[in-house]
C-alpha cells in the first residue's frame, strides 16, 4: 500500500520535473524571442494532457474536476482554455501542421463568430436540462424525488454533465476507450459522448462512422479556421455568464489590460487573434472586457510597442508588451 | 507638330535652354546650401558623431547615391519612386527594384512650379511640379515609375501632372481608417499594384523573397526605433542631425543605411555612458509635429530652433519626412502569403496618423502619438508646423491644441512657406517661444 | 541697480533707463539706415538726462526687431518678453498686452510675474499695424496727427471692404469720388485696423485686465475702435512707445541679478 502510494509520488514528482525543466529552458533558450510565450504555453499544454492522464487514473469525483473547471474563470478567465485544455492542444497541433505546409487561416465572418459565442449557451441548455427532460421520458423515473434525478444526471446512461469534461480527455485513457491498439486505450473529445449519443439513433455499424466523421469535422474545421470548438464550446461559457451581473464585474483578476495612449490602433492584436476577439482592438484603455478570449497572449505578444498591452493579475504585470523587431523565426 | 504622346497636359513649354540654364544654376545652389546645412550643423553641436558622416555624404543628392542607382540601373534593375508614405516598400524590394521617396525639399523649384499650378498649392508640390520641369532631382529622373497615393488633393493632381513625363501607378487609399470595407480596399489596391511592380520588373514576388523583404525592413525599423529611444534622455544628438538620418533612409540602401544607424547608435550609447551631450542637458526640449520638411532647403525651421537664443532641441517629432517614416513595424503572424500581405497592408494603412484620415474618433491616433511622445521624450513645448497650403494640417490645429492645453505644453502654430524671405519673421517667433519654455523651466 | 534697456524697432529706436525700479529717463532716434547708431544716440541721450554714464549701468538688454545689432548690449530678449514684463510693471493687473508697432502687431498672454505663457503675431501683413494708418492717411491726404482726432468726429463708418493696404489704399480713392466724408473715412480705416488686431487676440483668448502699448496706442482714432471691437476697456500707459525698452530694462534686472 505504501509502496503504491511512494510510487504514485515518484510518478508525480516526474513528471512535475520535466515539466519545469521544459518551462526553465524556454524561458532561458528563448529569452530574448518574442514568440516565448507561444513556445511556452505548447510545453504546459503537453505537460496538462499527461498531467489530466494521471489524474483520471485515480477514482477522482470528476464532479469535481468540472466544477473546479467552472469556477477557474473567476480568477484566472479563460486560462484553463488557453493553456491546459488539451482539445486546445490537439487544434493547435493541427495549426502548427497548417503552419508548416504555407496553408492560410480562414477567417469567420465577425458575427457569426459572436453569433457562435451565444451559441454555447444553446449547447448547455440541451446538455443540462434538455436531454436529462427526454431521458426522463426515455426512462421514468419512479418519483421526483432528490436522490433519483440526480441519479439520472450523474449516474444515469448520459451523464449529461460529464460532456462539459469532453474536452478534457486525453489521447490515451485509463479506462475503455472506443479505440484499442496493442492493449492501450485511445479517445478523443467528446467521442465517447457522441458513440453514446448515436447508439440511440443508430445501429452499431454506424456509431463507428459518426465518430469517425465527428472526429474528421474537428480536424478539418480546426485545421482552416483556428480554434474552432473554443469559438462555441458549451464548457467555455461559465465566464460569459458570470460577467453579465454588475457584482462580477472584477472578474477575471487575470486579464488584459491597454494603455490608451501607447495605442497606434495598427490592428495587429485583432489580426493575431486565433478566436478573433476585436474588443482588444476596439477598446479604448483599460480592462479588457471579453468572455472570448482564452488568454493565450498572442496579442500581447505580437504588440509591437512597449507597455501598451499588460497581462495583468490582480494589479500586478505579469507580462508585457514589447519593442519585438526581430524577425520571426518561428517558422 | 508635335504627336499627342509627347504634347503635355498641364505642363507650359519651356525651352531646352531655360531648363538647361536653370537646372545648373540651381543644382549649384542646392549644393552650397547642402554644404552649408551641413556645416551649420556641425557648428552647432559639440563633437558631432563621428557616423554623421556616411549619412552626411547620403545627404547629397548629386553623389555617391546618385551614381549607385544609375549602375544598379544599368544592371537592369528598376527604380520606383513614390510621395506618400503610403508606398509598399516591401514589394517594392521583394521585386528587386529600388524604392527611392521623390518629395522635392528646393525652394528655387517652387516658383517654377508656379507656371503650372497657383500659388495657394502646397509647396511641396509645386517644388515637385518644378523640379521635375528642369530635371533637378536625380532620383525622379532615375525612376522607371512612380507610385501616387491619392492622399491628398495636391497629391492626387501631382500624380496626373507627373504623368507627363513618367509612369504614375495611382493607389486610391480610403479616408476612413477603421472600417471593414476601407481595409478590404486597400487590401486590393496593394495586391493590384502587386502586379504592376511585377510587370514592370519582370520579376516574381514569391513567398521566400517577400519574407526577406519584410524582415530587411524590419530590422532597419528596429535600427530606427533605437535612434529615437536614445533621445529619451539628456540630448546626445542635436534633433536635425537625427532628422537627417531619419530622412535619408528614404533615399538610401535600406541594409546598408541600418548598418550605419546601428553603429551611430552604438556611438550613441557611449556618449551618453560618458556624458557627452550634444548641448546642455536643460536646453528646452521641442516636438515638432506637422507637414514634412524635406533636405536640403525646407531645413529652415530646425536650423531657427537649434541655433537660436536661447537655443532649442528637437528631440521628437511627428513628420512623415522623419520618425513616422518607420516607427511601426511589419507585424507577420503566419510566414506565408496571404498574412504577409494582409500584415504589409495594415502596417501602412492602420497605424498612420496622417491628417488625410479621418475615424469614428476623428484623427485619434495622432492624439495618442502626440501624448505618448510628450510623456516619454519628456517635451517642453511643440511647434505646430503647417506649410500654407494644407488643409488637413491647418485644421488639425484646435483639437491639438486643446488637447496640449490641458496637459499644460504650450503648442506654437507656425505657417510658412517654401521661401528664404520669411525666416526673419519666424526667427522672432522661434525665439519668443524658446524664450517662453526656458521662463517656464526657470520657475 | 542701473539698468538700460534698448528696442531697435523698424522706424525708432527707444531707450529707457532704470534705477531701483523706476523709470529715470528715456531716449529716442530714427532707426534709419544704421540702426546701430542711432540705437547708441538714443542710449547716450537717455544716460545724459539721467546723468548717468555708461560705466554706472549694470545689465544693458535689447530688444526689437534689430536686437542682434544693438551696441554695448549683455543679452537680448523677444518683444513678446519685453511687452509682458512692461505690461505688469506698469498695470499688475495686467494679463494681456497689445503691442502695436510700426510694422507689425502682437499680443501677449501673460501672469501675474510677468512671464509670457502664449503669444501670437499678425501673419505677414502690414494692415494691423502702424503703415496702414500712415498709407491712408497719404490716400486721403490728411495729417498723420490729425487721423485720430479726425475719426472721432464720426458717427458711422464708411464701408471698407479690404483688409489689404494695397487694396485699401484704391479702396479709399473709390470713397472719396462717392463723396463720403473723411471722418467716416478716418475711422473706418481705424475700424478695419482693429477689427484684425482683435481676431488677433481672440485666438490669444482675452484675459483682463488688457493693456495697449506701441506707438499706435497714441492715436486716438485707433484707440476708440479697438475698444469698440474688443469690447472691453483697454489700458493705455503715459508713454506707449518705450514700452519694449521699459520691458527689456526690466528684464535686465532679472539677468543682473542671476550673474
Known sequence: MIMQLLGEVLKLMVLAGFAVAGILVILIWKKGLATKVTYLRFIIQIVTMVAVFYLFTYPVYQLIVLIVILVMPLFLGRFFCGWLCPFGLYMDAITLIRKALKVRYRLLPDKLNRALHNLRYVLLLIFLIITPVILSILFPIPSLDFAPIMALLFAGPFEPFRVLLGPLIPLIVPWVGPLEIGGVYFSYPYVQEVILYSNVVFSEIFVNVTALIFVALTFVG???????????CPTGSSLAVLNRFKGFKWAPALHIDKDEEKCT?????????PVQVTEVYEQKGGKIDTSMCMLCMRCVE?????????VNMGGKTVFKSRNWLEPS??? | MKSKSEERRYVPEISQKEVEELRSTIKAASQKIIAENIERMKKTAENRPEEMKYFDDIANFFGTREKEIRAAKEKGRKVIGYMCLFAPTELILAADAIPIRVNSGWYDTAKLGDRVVPVEVCPVIRSTIGAKMIGLSPYLELSDALISVLTCD????????????????????????????SLRLWNDEIKAMKSQIEALTGNKIDRKKLKSAIELTQKATKAFRRLQ????????????????????????????????????CEELEKRAQNKMWACPPDTPRVMVTGTPMIWPDNWKLPTLVEEGTPQGVLVADELCSSERLLYDPVGVDEWNMSDMFNAIAERYLMASTCPCFTSKDGNEDRINWLLTKIKDWNIQGVIYYVHRGCMLYAMEYTRVKKVLDDIHVPVYYLDTEYTREDVGQMKTRVEAFLEMLTARIDI | MITVGIDLGTQTVKAVVLKDGAVVSRGKAFSGFDPAKSAQQAVDEALKEAKFSLSDVNHVTATGSGMEMAPNA?????????????????????RTIIDVGAEEARAVKCDDNGIMMDFVVNERCAAGAGAFIEAMARALEVKLEDMGPLSLKAERASPINASCVIFGESDVVTLIHRQESKPEIARAIFDAMADRISSMVHRLGVNPDVVLVGGVAKDVGFVASLKRKLSIDVLIPEYPEYAGALGAALVAVRRAKKV
Not at chain 1, 490602433?265 to 487573434?273: S, T
Not at chain 2, 486610391?172 to 481608417?177: L, N, Q, S, Y
Not at chain 3, 530678449?77 to 495686467?94: C, E, H, W, Y
Open chain 2, 154 to 181: 495636391g497629391m492626387t493632381k501631382l500624380g496626373e501632372i507627373l504623368s507627363d513625363y513618367k509612369p504614375v501607378w495611382a493607389m486610391t487609399i480610403p479616408r476612413v481608417k477603421d472600417s471593414a470595407q
Open chain 1, 222 to 232: 480546426s485545421f482552416f479556421v483556428r480554434r474552432v470548438w473554443c469559438r462555441f
Open chain 1, 302 to 310: 505580437m504588440c509591437p510597442y512597449e507597455g501598451c498591452l499588460k
Open chain 1, 265 to 273: 490602433k495598427c490592428g495587429i492584436c485583432k489580426r493575431v487573434c
Open chain 1, 329 to 331: 523565426t518561428v517558422e
Open chain 2, 229 to 264: 529611444e536614445l533621445r529619451k534622455g539628456a540630448p546626445v544628438i542635436m534633433g536635425r542631425d537625427a532628422m537627417l538620418v531619419n530622412q535619408t533612409y528614404m533615399w538610401d540602401d535600406i541594409k546598408r543605411w541600418t548598418e550605419k544607424t546601428e553603429a551611430l
Open chain 3, 74 to 94: 549683455n543679452s537680448t530678449i523677444s518683444m513678446m518678453g519685453a511687452d509682458a514684463q512692461a505690461g505688469v510693471f506698469l498695470f499688475p493687473k495686467a
